[in-house]
């Protein structure tokens, strides 16, 4: 239970202090002039936290990041109103950021063939990453704590821990992944699998390989693999829980949104075969 202090400060409060404290830091001047990590706490208002986020739009950061700031306001005055520091207010829904749809954008059939075709002329660490990526649609921050130790050929599952959900997953191993990754176990006989820092450095390792193969115009990034597993899984015909299951999705109802875009968009598709007589003249 945090310890009630006479004047706390977002800096002196936990856990959820510590991610808004974060947030603030990277919404940089722009939109911090409500907030400091030295406000006090009793001092935050309903219309200071409506200034705050009307002011977030002033970023260069992509909408659906601006909304998930806010969603990290939300918890934190909720902690706030949990343990008396704050009475509970409701924020106007007219200030705050919808999420933006966006176009689903998945690798078209020509451009993966060519993506892993290039693969036999990259080095070890790289090529198994990307193919983890295409025969999992694991997030690239899942994949980076995963070992050696994590991987069971033999019965052809691993496990892995998610930073996002903070829990740890099993998973079946497709079966075009099992040589591949038996290949890697074979090279570095124990420790990471793959030998990146970060998610960002294989983000920039993946774009360079686009520019190589001329396709970097197409938009495509590393959450590309992700939407891409979950449409060939929905075209392949696999049901909701089990995709939701592959991918580590926590509530089945994300990857029911992005069935439900898919379904649209094969709708779209199938309404143009639709012939109507002439009703013309």
């Known amino acids: 239970m945090a310890t009630c202090l006479a004047k706390p400060t977002a800096s002196s409060l936990s856990p959820s202090s510590s991610i808004f404290i974060s947030v603030i830091r990277s919404s940089k001047s722009k939109s911090s002039s409500s907030f400091g990590k030295e406000t006090i706490c009793t001092t935050i208002t309903k219309l200071k936290c409506e200034d705050w986020i009307i002011n977030l739009w002033k970023l260069d950061n992509a909408q659906n990041t601006l909304r998930n700031y806010v969603k990290v306001l939300k918890k934190f005055l909720s902690f706030l109103a949990e343990y008396n520091y704050l009475p509970l207010f409701k924020l106007n829904k007219d200030v705050l950021i919808q999420s933006e749809v966006k176009e689903i954008i998945v690798f078209s059939e020509k451009d993966i063939i060519e993506i892993m075709k290039g693969l036999k002329e990259k080095n070890s660490n790289f090529s198994t990453t990307i193919q983890l990526l295409v025969y999992t649609g694991l997030r690239p921050s899942d994949l980076l704590s995963l070992s050696a130790k994590d991987i069971d050929l033999n019965n052809q599952v691993f496990q892995y821990y998610s930073p996002k959900s903070k829990e740890y997953f099993q998973i079946p191993i497709h079966e075009e992944l099992i040589p591949i990754l038996r290949v890697r176990i074979d090279e570095i006989k124990d420790g990471q699998i793959l030998e990146y820092e970060d998610s960002k450095a294989i983000g920039k390792a993946f774009?360079?390989?686009?520019?190589?193969?001329?396709?970097?115009?197409?938009?495509?990034?590393?959450?590309?693999?992700?939407?891409?597993?979950?449409?060939?899984?929905?075209?392949?015909?696999?049901?909701?829980?089990?995709?939701?299951?592959?991918?580590?999705?926590?509530?089945?109802?994300?990857?029911?949104?992005?069935?439900?875009?898919?379904?649209?968009?094969?709708?779209?598709?199938?309404?143009?075969?639709?012939?109507?007589?002439?009703?013309?003249?």
């Open 207 to 281: 774009r360079r390989y686009m520019k190589d193969l001329e396709i970097a115009d197409k938009k495509y990034n590393l959450r590309t693999f992700r939407k891409s597993f979950v449409s060939f899984a929905h075209s392949s015909g696999l049901d909701l829980a089990t995709v939701s299951g592959l991918v580590g999705h926590k509530k089945i109802s994300t990857t029911q949104k992005f069935y439900n875009k898919l379904n649209i968009t094969k709708q779209s598709s199938e309404l143009k075969k639709l012939k109507f007589p002439s009703f013309t003249s």
